[in-house]
């Protein structure tokens, strides 16, 4: 038992680095919310919560597992808006300055330009240009077929294209 | 792959530079797992719940001590509703009992005259 859960943090160290930028790409970008989501999706992984049945690779497992727990993020912060308490302590939904800083101006104007995307969009190009997954792993990912992966990944490309040689152009 | 898709290819590879060096560092949520009891007692305290919630939902079962206001049984009186249908004409013979009068005032008989002919014996004249 503890062989294996051994083993698995050490799989999770060596994937480390690429689960949290997807954490921080599912979490758009806020830091700290990427932090609890990659804390809360490892737990998963090392309690048991979460089960690899190997129908894909590790790495791609572990994408759905954090896109899974950023979702149930959302919803518990969408709920905690109604509550009247949560009014003072709400995060505040700028960008994290060390998040911001230090970025140069055309990685600026590049995640600038993915938030505008949509969601889906957003993933898409982020699996598989900052992930490097092929479309089909992207696709899995997401939960969605190849054929819907294929469509959302040509229009957010063309989107993204767009903005990034209007922005050029200012 | 196409200079377009490169072009955006080196901008995510930028991207991914910039932010390699601002990787938290991987701590493993070693302390932090939540022990094995902890989804029993959670099942336990969401029965305790729905316990109680039952027993405040069940109906009271025990007899109730109802104070009821003391009534005079003496000037009451119940009438139905369907006496009049009673009143028909003729119905105070039916609660009365008819007065024959006396013996003393009967006519007095004749033990000697003819006693009168049963009506079954009674001849017709021809």
């Known amino acids: 038992m503890e062989i294996a859960r051994a083993n698995v943090e050490a799989e999770l160290e060596r994937h480390h680095a690429d689960c949290f930028a997807w954490a921080m790409a599912c979490c758009g970008r806020d830091r700290a919310e990427a932090e609890d989501v990659l804390q809360t999706s490892y737990l998963k992984v090392l309690d048991g919560r979460a089960v690899f049945a190997s129908r894909s690779t590790l790495k791609t497992w572990l994408f759905g597992v954090i896109r899974r727990t950023a979702a149930e993020h959302r919803r518990w912060r969408a709920l905690r808006r109604f509550r009247p308490a949560s009014l003072a302590d709400r995060a505040d939904p700028s960008p994290d300055p060390a998040t911001a800083a230090g970025h140069s101006e055309s990685t600026e104007r590049l995640a600038a330009a993915l938030s505008t995307l949509t969601t889906r969009q957003r993933e898409l190009l982020h699996l598989v240009f900052y992930q490097d997954l092929t479309i089909a792993e992207a696709a899995g990912v997401l939960g969605i077929s190849i054929g819907t992966a294929r469509t959302h990944y040509e229009r957010g490309k063309q989107r993204l294209r767009q903005l990034l040689s209007l922005e050029a152009d200012r | ?126």
């Open chain 2, 1 to 126: 792959m196409s200079d377009d898709d490169r072009e955006l290819r080196k901008l995510f590879a930028q991207l991914k530079d910039e932010d390699r060096g601002r990787t938290p560092s991987f701590r493993a949520p070693a302390m932090t797992v939540a022990p094995r009891w902890r989804p029993m007692a959670r099942v336990a305290l969401a029965a305790a719940i729905v316990g109680i919630a039952v027993v405040l939902a069940r109906p009271d079962q025990t007899p109730r001590i109802t104070v009821r206001p003391a009534v005079d049984l003496g000037t009451t009186a119940w009438r139905s509703p369907t006496d009049f249908l009673l009143n028909t004409p003729g119905s105070e013979l039916l609660r009365s009992v008819p007065s024959v009068g006396s013996p003393d005032d009967w006519p007095s008989m004749n033990p000697r005259g003819s006693a009168p002919v049963p009506e079954s014996t009674r001849r017709t004249p021809s």
